[in-house]
């Protein structure tokens, strides 16, 4: 199938307020424009390189999304043309996003990376040092950051229960923080989970964003 014709089967069983992130990592520009071309605009990638680079060659609505691992140093370089960070995972990170971006005058969105699957090597946010983390209420004087929600992995497996589970733990977390630390911020209201094998779960189970590589683009070639 095309990545045209990818793209409109997913949509098909999307809700409308479901956004869709195709994450185009290790695919060339000309998938990416492939995807444009069939209306997509929003694109996520994990490695920063790869994103700074596909950035400069494609067009400028283009909403990108940062979904993997992002380390200090490297803030600075997508601070300038990224939407979302949906991979914070440290005050530090935070802290550092808010101060390259507030240089430029420029309010990044950022969701809080949640480590919800059982393999240990995944990024993220415990659930208590997420909240220790917030309990801090330092980063509610970053003004040029916005936490706009939640973000997990779940476990890579066949086993649907387990799945169903990590996602029902991350929106029950979900509701929890907004409830506990942003009842006042009506910008706090995405939960993005769900991936090509498990979107329709995810989506059962309140994710608000999906990430879907390989169902829109085929297998990755290493
Ligand atoms: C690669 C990746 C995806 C997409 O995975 P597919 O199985 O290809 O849909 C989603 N989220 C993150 C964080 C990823 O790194």
């Not at 492939?34 to 929003?42: F, I, K, L, S, T």
């Not at 914070?88 to 480590?115: F, M, P, W």
């Not at 415990?126 to 973000?151: A, E």
């Not at 991350?170 to 090509?196: P, V």
Request: hydrophobic share 40%.
């Amino acid at each position: 199938m095309s990545i045209k014709a990818n793209l409109e089967s997913i949509r098909k069983n999307l809700p409308t307020d479901v956004k869709l992130v195709a994450v185009s990592k290790f695919h060339p520009v000309s998938s990416i424009m492939e995807a444009y071309n069939a209306g997509q605009r929003v694109f996520g990638e994990n490695r920063v390189q790869e994103l700074v680079a596909k950035q400069a060659d494609l067009p400028g609505d283009i909403e990108w999304h940062l979904i993997g691992h992002l380390q200090s140093n490297k803030v600075k370089s997508i601070v300038p043309f990224v939407d979302t960070i949906q991979s914070v995972d440290s005050y530090k990170i935070l802290e550092e996003i808010n101060t390259q971006a507030k240089k430029i005058g420029r309010n990044v969105k950022c969701l809080l990376e949640i480590h919800i699957a059982k393999e240990e090597s995944k990024f993220g946010f415990s659930f208590d040092t997420c909240r220790q983390m917030l309990d801090n209420q330092s980063w509610s004087l970053l003004d040029h950051v916005t936490i706009v929600g939640v973000m997990g992995i779940a476990t890579n497996t066949d086993d649907e229960s387990e799945i169903r589970k990590e996602f029902e733990l991350l929106s029950a977390f979900y509701q929890e923080l907004k409830e506990s630390h942003f009842n006042d911020r009506s910008t706090f209201k995405e939960i993005s989970m769900g991936m090509s094998h498990d979107y329709l779960l995810a989506i059962e189970h309140g994710s608000t964003i999906i990430r879907v590589g390989t169902s829109i683009f085929g297998e990755r070639e290493y």
